[in-house]
């Protein structure tokens, strides 16, 4: 009766002061209430007993006489298809809970105890899909009731008056009985959710909103946050719909969090969508739609995208990872540089979408932790391991000048300068090379000879003695030995 001592109303209250009275005698022993055998029963003036009825008593409490005339106590009455229940004084209670065991199957909800409410009318509530509002203390909450007066209890489909369509209800364990409301972790019910082909932990998240309905398929803003459940309410945890974005048909992914659920927003770290076993990558993700930014990229402008954050330049790939290292998109082969990485070696094209494009060649963007994945552009790049040093001349937009002559130094097809591995060195230009900025005439034709020392640096006039052979420059190609 734990319930039932906590939804005293003031009513109940008054009833439960009345428990310890007795029925008024009848005076005289004619007409009124008589004690028969240690029971009540309450006799007629001709002497016989009232059956089946209620009988007002003297204090003002209603009482119930059976079938052979005996009041009842402890008792739910049936009269009139509504119910009733008097204690076990026989008063007639409102605004009362009571419970009863679960026997003979008088409930098909698998509980062990049976809840009754009875109003300030005395009667049950058991208008089924009726929500009933109940104060308990400063409390307010909800029930609902099946058409025999129980409570219901745990997942219920329910389908209130003036609805076309059943909504589905939490509504706690068979002592609680009341709409439960916003977030929930609970076990996935096979009788009410669809749960075929269905993979759910033994506990999910479900959100029941301010009155408790359940949230259903599709993204739900909640509490200033996003968030994505599947058509059982399940709220969903990392990508959906978790396909590889190869078009940008299906580039429609969005990723919420592994432990919370939330929607992300701007840099994400994670594995790609449809292949959890991945090493994991950079994202970006828009703040206003959530979507990966240029994930199913491969679209006429090319396959690599820019975004500008906190001032600072990103490139990103078709996938929609954010490109660190070394990258070519103008079909030089950079596979033995070390810096540049093999996962963004087929990239090509110019950088960017409709008309604000960077045009395609070599960009560098940071590998270092604190400045990761940030563009380096319009300064002398020095790139350098272990073993080997490389030297790009960057331009306003990070693209490395390629087969040029910039302050007497010169930069190959590849965009790295060409030095030598100590002192003077003949080497033979490749291609045509141009000074800064100009593509009027090669400063230095294809074929030619120039010697160049260890820091880069080019001879411009003059002689060199390399290996005992003097060689004469003019205007940085050799014209004699």
């Known amino acids: 009766m734990k319930k039932a001592t906590q939804l005293l109303t003031a009513a109940g209250l008054a009833a439960v002061a009345a428990m310890s009275a007795q029925p008024a005698l009848a005076a005289g022993g004619i007409r009124g209430w008589q004690q028969e055998d240690g029971r009540w029963v309450y006799l007629k003036s001709d002497g016989s007993r009232e059956t089946d ?25 049936e009269d009139n298809d509504d119910l009733y229940y008097v204690d076990e004084n026989g008063v007639r209670v409102s605004d009362r809970w009571v419970s009863r065991p679960n026997e003979d199957s008088q409930c098909e909800q698998d509980v062990d105890i049976l809840w009754y409410y ?30 025999d007066g129980h409570m219901l209890s745990g997942w219920q489909k329910i389908q209130k008056k003036g609805d076309d369509s059943a909504k589905i209800w939490y509504l706690g364990d068979e002592n609680q009985g009341y709409v439960h409301r916003f977030w929930q972790q609970l076990e996935p019910d096979e009788e009410v ?39 059982n309410g399940v709220m969903l945890k990392g990508w959906y719909p978790n396909v590889k974005a190869d078009t940008p048909e299906t580039a429609v992914n969005r990723f919420y969090d592994e432990e919370t659920g939330v929607r992300a927003k701007e840099w994400l770290y994670a594995y790609d969508p449809g292949d959890e076993g991945g090493d994991p990558h950079w994202f970006y993700c828009s703040k206003d739609t959530g979507l990966v930014y240029n994930e199913g990229g491969r679209d006429s402008d090319g396959q690599v995208a820019y975004k500008n954050i906190d001032n600072k330049t990103y490139f990103f790939d078709p996938d929609g990872h954010m490109i660190t290292g070394l990258i070519a998109t103008d079909g030089t ?33 940071s590998q270092e932790e604190k400045t990761l994945g940030q563009l380096q552009k319009d300064q002398r790049l020095c790139l350098k391991n272990e073993y080997e040093t490389f030297y790009y001349e960057l331009d306003k937009k990070g693209r490395a000048y390629q087969n040029a002559l910039i302050k007497d130094r010169v930069y190959g097809a590849d965009g790295a300068m060409l030095h030598s591995d100590s002192g003077w060195q003949v080497m033979e230009a490749d291609q045509d090379i141009y000074e800064k900025d100009r593509t009027d005439a090669p400063k230095i034709p294809a074929g030619s000879r120039i010697i160049v020392n260890q820091s880069g640096k080019i001879k411009k006039n003059g002689s060199v003695k390399i290996d005992d052979i003097t060689y004469e420059v003019t205007d940085y190609i050799v014209v004699s030995e």
């Open 193 to 231: 959710l669809d749960l075929d082909g269905h993979d759910y932990d033994s506990l999910e998240m479900f959100y029941f909103g301010w009155n408790g309905d359940m949230t259903g398929l599709g993204e739900s803003k909640l509490e200033n946050e996003h968030f994505m459940f599947d058509e």
């Open 333 to 365: 082969d950079l596979s033995s540089n070390p810096f540049a990485e093999d996962e963004f070696s087929g990239l090509a094209g110019d950088i960017g979408k409709g008309s604000n494009l960077r045009p395609a060649g070599i960009y560098y963007l």
């Open 118 to 147: 009875f109003g300030k009318n005395g009667k049950a509530v058991k208008e089924e899909g009726r929500k009933v509002r109940l104060m308990e203390g400063s409390a307010e909450r909800y029930y609902f009731f099946d058409s």
């Open 53 to 77: 009825t209620w009988i007002k008593g003297e204090d003002g409490f209603r009482y119930y006489v059976d079938e052979d005339g005996y009041m009842a106590v402890d008792s739910i009455i």
